[in-house]
């Protein structure tokens, strides 16, 4: 089975306007991490927020915010205030503390920002 | 500060040639290291981790290897090229502990012609 879900290969958003993107993972392990990666079309990753198994709040970093529902395994990443430079591909990724080093990765989603 | 390094940033291969990807860390000790291939519009897909010198974990059997010869350098390595290793390589290193996330070289884009 799928570790990380991204159900939505591509988005579209309109500039200001909030967007949704969509991250379910599958694990038995109570002690696991969540992650979430923009990467432009120069191809870098970029490191965006991060929601531990055992936090009782949601992540926030700047305009970017992550929806935990444990229950639900879902991980899903809200952008505010599109911009125009939010256009990219956005991973969700999870390590589970059980399995050591390894992280799993989604198979992204494609974001693109209409002005 | 911490700064990762690979090089070259792109490579065209001829089928059957060897192949060295270098991805260096700066301003830490003892990071866990990690290679990634992605195919064009493709996600990650983890291909060898390391935990310390000469500690390799590979996570798909095929004819890439990777070496660690030394605490910040991480070396990816084939004897004979492929057409499928086609792909951009991301090289990552992180802090060892559960909540810490992975920082991204720039890539190296191999094309194997």
């Known amino acids: 089975a799928q570790k990380i879900t991204q159900t939505q290969p591509g988005m579209f958003v309109q500039e200001k306007e909030a967007v949704t993107l969509d991250c379910t993972y599958d694990?038995?392990?109570?002690?696991?991490?969540l992650f979430w990666y923009k990467q432009p079309s120069s191809g870098e990753m970029i490191f965006l927020i991060y929601q531990g198994s055992y936090d009782q709040q949601n992540a926030t970093e700047g305009r970017y915010s992550l929806n935990f529902q444990k229950a639900r395994k879902s991980a899903n990443l809200v952008i505010s205030a599109s911009q125009l430079g939010d256009s990219a591909m956005y991973f969700c990724?999870?390590?589970?503390?059980?399995?050591?080093?390894?992280?799993?990765f989604g198979t992204g989603t494609s974001l693109t920002v209409i002005p | 500060s911490q700064t990762i390094h690979q090089w070259p940033a792109t490579l065209v291969q001829p089928v059957g040639s060897p192949l060295s990807l270098e991805c260096t860390v700066e301003g830490t000790s003892n990071p866990n290291l990690y290679w990634y291939r992605q195919a064009a519009g493709r996600g990650l897909q983890l291909l060898f981790y390391s935990v310390g010198i000469g500690q390799i974990s590979s996570e798909v059997p095929q004819n890439l290897s990777a070496s660690r010869p030394q605490d910040r350098q991480f070396i990816l390595s084939s004897k004979k090229l492929l057409l499928s290793d086609s792909g951009f390589y991301l090289c990552?290193?992180?802090?060892?502990?559960?909540?810490?996330?992975?920082?991204f070289g720039p890539g190296t884009r191999l094309t194997v012609t």
């Open positions: 694990t038995s392990d109570p002690s696991y991490g």
């Open positions: 990724a999870m390590r589970e503390e059980g399995t050591g080093n390894q992280f799993y």
């Open positions: 990552a290193w992180r802090r060892p502990g559960l909540a810490t996330e992975q920082y």
